[in-house]
């Protein structure tokens, strides 16, 4: 199993928990405790704010080429 592929399942849980915490937010049953710890809308904005861009860039380095841009010089060369 490559890294590429492990970043695969980790895209799709990253972006299942920002799709998940995402209507939780719109289900107006916030705060809620689940197995003693409360989840207060700041939490779980906290979650969504970080789960959408992880599984972005995850998503990016599996699929993508995994290399960042090379830089281009002000002189155009």
């Known amino acids: 199993m490559t890294t590429k592929e ?3 399942f980790f895209s799709g849980v990253a972006a299942w ?3 998940g915490h995402t209507a939780l937010a719109f289900s107006n ?3 809620l405790t689940l197995l003693g710890i409360t989840i207060t ?3 779980n904005a906290l ?3 970080v789960a959408a861009p992880l599984s972005i860039f995850l998503a990016w380095y599996a699929w993508g080429t995994g290399k ?3 830089p281009m010089s002000p002189l155009g060369n």
């Open 6 to 8: 492990i970043a695969k």
């Open 17 to 19: 928990e920002a799709i």
């Open 29 to 31: 049953e916030l705060p």
């Open 41 to 43: 809308p700041n939490l």
């Open 47 to 49: 979650a969504v704010f």
């Open 68 to 70: 960042l841009p090379k």
